[in-house]
């Protein structure tokens, strides 16, 4: 798949808006605006999942505020090939043969899909903008943890949402 052209900022007042890349015509489109920029955030976490849940891929970019002008806050990215980098951060070693094994090729999917689950229940638990260093832990968890486990975490993440919501 060819690189997205890159994502000129939206028009008007600098606002929170989500920009998701339309492949067909390679053109950016607003997916999701606010004044603030939780409800964005939610909004593209929202929008990931379903487009997920369909088997697609969904290229975003985020746009906010600065200094009265506009700022690039997440540069374009494929949500799948974030993922994959974030699974895979380790340089390869020069003489390893290109092509994944199938072995490989699974286990990275599945814990692709345990961090995927880790951070869907952070963002629903409302842990939207998570530091670097909560990146790494949330990698570290999905690298470690097994598929029951982290469902386990994902529903007391959920559980604990509820009870602060209806507190």
Known sequence: MPEPSPCPPPSGAPRWVAMVHEAARDSWAPAAQSPYRTPVLYAVGEMT??????????????WGP????????????????????????????????SETSEPDKLAERMTSRRHQVLTAALSRAGLYDLAPEDGAAVRALAGRLDEPTVRRVAHWLAAAAGASAAG
Do not use: F, I, K, N
């Open 49 to 62: 999942r379903t487009v997920r849940t369909r088997g697609a891929e969904l290229t975003l970019a985020l």
């Open 66 to 97: 600065q200094g009265g002008g506009w700022r690039l806050y997440d540069a374009p990215q494929d949500t799948a090939a974030a993922e994959r980098s974030v699974v895979r951060d380790e340089p390869a070693v020069s003489g390893e043969p």
